[in-house]
């Protein structure tokens, strides 16, 4: 591992604290920046703690813009499952970001490669990403890139495995309601952020983390590039970093 910053927290709420000052910094520092957003359970803490920080006056996200990791296919936006509703109820509808400021690729695109591409753009012409966040899938997937023989460089569309689909049904009524495909950001997409914070908790993540940052840097282990990106902090609870 070279350039990785730990931060073990006690707790998830603790976890999103530390996260946020992350974001606080940044933000202070450079307020029209451009941050990079991720779903699932694990920034949930975060994002209460980024809304509860603006309300309390200490940010302000008038000016900041954000790309999102990924998007399910065929998922319409308003579809209680997106992640672009996702982002709205669990942080874009609380704060003051711009609409206009917020990207999430288009889970209903016709054209696939155009809509990736210009996803691609957009985060170029803002000046690329300043603060990418992470979380991580069992299978050590980052976005949505799954294990692969390659690690791929733009957004782009992935089949999902039998692993993952498993893992995001707690949200669906059942396995069949959960898409196959989604895109996502490329492996390169991420590894171009200045920054890039990684939050992980639970018992259930200890083996992904410990290969992802101890282990070899594969394809087969997506989040393992992390080791040669410079700038990475992982905050991760107590159980989730064990022994
Ligand atoms: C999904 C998302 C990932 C996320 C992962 C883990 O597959 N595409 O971006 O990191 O789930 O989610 P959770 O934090 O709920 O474990």
């Known amino acids: 591992m070279l350039h990785t910053n730990i931060i073990v927290a006690p707790t998830p709420e603790a976890v999103g604290a530390a996260a946020a000052d992350v974001f606080e910094a940044l933000i202070h520092a450079k307020p029209a920046c451009v941050i990079g957003l991720a779903t699932g359970s694990t920034p949930l803490p975060l994002y209460r703690e980024l809304i509860a920080r603006e309300k309390a006056?200490?940010?302000?996200?008038?000016?900041?813009?954000?790309?999102?990791?990924?998007?399910?296919?065929?998922?319409?936006?308003?579809?209680?499952?997106s992640y672009r509703r996702f982002m709205q109820e669990n942080l874009f509808d609380h704060i003051s970001i711009k609409p206009e400021n917020t990207i999430v690729p288009d889970g209903l695109a016709a054209d696939v490669p155009a809509m990736c591409e210009a996803y691609e753009k957009q985060i170029e012409t803002w000046g690329g990403v300043d603060l990418q966040l992470l979380g991580i899938g069992h299978d050590g997937h980052i976005g949505f890139n799954e294990p692969e023989d390659h690690f791929p460089a733009m957004t782009h569309e992935v089949a999902l495995t039998a692993m993952t689909r498993e893992a995001n049904k707690r949200f669906f009524d059942s396995l069949d309601e959960v898409p196959t495909a989604a895109f996502t950001m490329g492996i390169g997409t991420v590894m171009a952020a200045r920054k890039i914070v990684m939050v992980v908790t639970g018992a259930d993540k200890h083996d992904i983390l410990m290969q992802s940052f101890f282990g070899p840097v594969t394809p087969q282990?997506?989040?393992?590039?992390?080791?040669?990106?410079p700038d990475v902090t992982l905050i991760c609870d107590a159980a989730a970093w064990g022994k």
């Open 57 to 81: 006056g200490k940010l302000d996200f008038s000016r900041v813009r954000s790309a999102n990791l990924d998007e399910y296919k065929g998922l319409a936006p308003d579809h209680p499952q």
């Open 221 to 229: 282990v997506p989040a393992s590039i992390l080791q040669f990106h």
